[in-house]
């Protein structure tokens, strides 16, 4: 008995996401009364499928094949092999029967009447419906096993659907206004629709594929929902979508008003004028509080003087997870000019002394934060004198300083290196 379970008769649809290209569909559909060797037709699914990542739920099947490309015209003419086949001629318009006995390359016929062969024929070849008929859409073929339940689930894994997370960010004085929004892809060969939708972030590993690959960390809002699922983070939307194919579409992951930041500007012994960077706190108390997937921000920041937003910059960032700071470079300020130099280097004792300066001239009108990051050579080495308060973080001395307004600001400090101390490194 021929079943055809079309897209009509699906009663719930889920899509799970991730960002390296590929995602897992489950679709589940009503299906009618079936009998053992049953054949099942479940239209209408993904041209990307991989036919080796599906499960059937609800139905035992004892064989399962995957029609894809069913109306390309080679694919046609395989089909028809050895079937007969009717040939309207173009000047009597009568009609002829033959039999299809090649199909790629010449089309080689036989004629039922007569028996002789003919080659690419002239007329309209008419092809008859066959069993299970002719699908314009990929299909999965089953012969039943056993049925369990008067649905049936497929879950597959597909090619052809992606997302990414994209920032904007308009900075007010010291606060800023945020949204976030997650970018669709679909270009698997199928529409979803009334799908519920789910991201997940973390490391899988594909076979063929020995390194980890990662997918894009996710991120929600207040009225969204987010949640371990084993070893990986889940963000599932609160409505469902749909999304078609061959369509790109835009939902809004997060939002975030009146939160407060800090711009900074970055000094190192490379630079004759800072690298401008914009910081802020990942917190509740900050308006936020949520996984920031990794995605670019677009920055703007309002012209006190008319008030209109100026683009200043995009920056891409990697996961950020609650409770950690993000960091957006904007470009270099032409207004705060620096000059660096080591002013001196002399030996004594066991140690090695170099002398470093910095002058730094603010031209803005309003005074600004700054921190210089000075890359140290070597582990063993330390501050000994210091205009500034300074920190050592690994290898770098970071100072950090306010520059009045139209005041040449000098920063000088000392790094001393042990060269006394002894080490064994092998032997």
């Not at 054949?39 to 599906?54: E, N, Q």
């Not at 960077?277 to 509080?289: A, D």
């Amino acid at each position: 008995m021929l079943n055809r379970i079309p897209k009509s008769q699906t009663t719930d649809c889920s899509l799970t996401v991730y960002n390296d290209g590929f995602a897992l569909v489950k679709d589940t559909r009503s299906i009618p009364q079936l009998e053992v060797d049953d054949l099942v037709y479940f239209v209408g699914v993904s041209r990307k499928l991989k036919p080796d990542s599906i499960i059937v739920e609800g139905l035992d099947v004892s064989e399962l094949v995957y029609e894809y490309d069913l109306m390309d015209e080679l694919r046609i003419f395989e089909r028809y092999i050895g079937r007969q086949l009717t040939i309207k001629d173009p000047f009597s318009k009568q009609d002829r029967v033959y039999t299809l006995l090649r199909g790629n390359g010449p089309i080689v016929m036989q004629d039922v009447e007569t028996k002789e062969l003919i080659v690419n024929p002239k007329g309209e070849i008419r092809f008859p419906e066959i069993d299970g008929g002719n699908h314009v859409e990929p299909t999965l073929v089953w012969k039943v096993a056993e049925q369990r339940s008067e649905e049936v689930c497929v879950s597959y894994l597909t090619g052809g659907v992606t997302w990414e997370a994209d920032y904007v960010i308009s900075m007010h004085g010291d606060h800023f206004d945020m949204s976030g929004w997650v970018s669709m892809k679909n270009y698997s060969g199928v529409a979803f629709n009334d799908a519920q939708l789910r991201l997940i972030s973390g490391k899988l590993n594909k076979a063929g594929n020995e390194k980890e690959q990662k997918s894009a960390d996710l991120s929600r809002n207040e009225m969204q929902k987010t949640e371990a699922f084993s070893d990986f983070h889940t963000y599932t939307f609160p409505r469902t979508i749909d999304l078609e194919d061959r369509q790109q579409k835009q939902l809004r992951l997060l939002s975030a008003a009146n939160s407060k930041a800090r711009v900074i500007y970055e000094i190192n012994a490379q630079t004759s004028n800072p690298d401008i960077y914009i910081e802020f706190e990942n917190t509740k108390e900050n308006g936020l509080g949520i996984p920031l997937p990794a995605g670019v921000f677009k920055m703007y920041r309002t012209n006190p003087d008319d008030g209109s937003a100026e683009f200043i910059g995009e920056y891409a960032i990697k996961h950020t997870d609650v409770n950690e700071k993000v960091r957006l470079k904007s470009g270099e300020a032409c207004d705060i000019e620096v000059k660096a130099k080591k002013s001196g280097k002399y030996k004594e004792g066991g140690y090695e002394y170099t002398e470093y300066e910095y002058s730094i001239c603010n031209t803005k009108s309003t005074p600004v934060e700054a921190v210089i990051r000075q890359q140290v050579p070597g582990h063993l080495w330390t501050v000994d004198e210091s205009t500034h308060e300074w920190q050592k973080k690994r290898d770098k001395i970071v100072l950090p300083v306010q520059v009045p307004v139209d005041v040449e600001e000098k920063v000088k400090f000392t790094i001393r290196h042990d060269r006394s101390a002894r080490r064994t490194i092998g032997f």
